[in-house]
């Protein structure tokens, strides 16, 4: 079993940035590849941005590489989602998912663990 704990989100102008941190305890941290996704009011939870074990491999959506960083520090259980240059429509709840997959992935369904969300608003 994982357990995934998401801190950081919030309310922020368009423009202005923040860093989502996902502690993760249970299962060995570094065995498992991880992913952040977002799910808006009325919309599906869609995928963000995952990287791999190592931290090697990394894949956004679209609309956020530029802006969005994910990251990872093994030695403290925990990844990371910098968001800069944020706009009003990346205001959702956003979750961190782990996955014992080999490869990194956008699916979904490829997740086993889930945290519980943070939300993050960004007005205009």
């Known amino acids: 079993q994982v357990q995934l704990v998401e801190s950081g989100g919030g309310l922020v102008q368009a423009g202005g940035s923040l860093r989502l941190s996902c502690a993760a305890s249970g299962r060995t941290f570094r065995n498992l590849a991880m992913g952040w996704f977002r799910q808006a009011p009325g919309k599906e939870r869609e995928f963000v941005a995952a990287?791999?074990?190592?931290?090697?491999?990394?894949h956004y959506l679209d609309s956020v590489k530029g802006r969005f960083t994910i990251s990872r520090d093994n030695a403290k259980n925990t990844v990371y989602l910098q968001m800069n240059d944020l706009k009003p429509e990346d205001t959702a709840v956003y979750y961190c998912?782990?996955?014992?997959?080999?490869?990194?992935?956008?699916?979904?369904?490829?997740?086993?663990?889930w945290g519980q969300g943070t939300q993050v608003t960004v007005s205009a």
């Open positions: 998912a782990a996955t014992g997959r080999f490869s990194i992935t956008s699916g979904r369904s490829d997740y086993d663990y």
């Open positions: 990287i791999s074990w190592r931290g090697t491999n990394t």
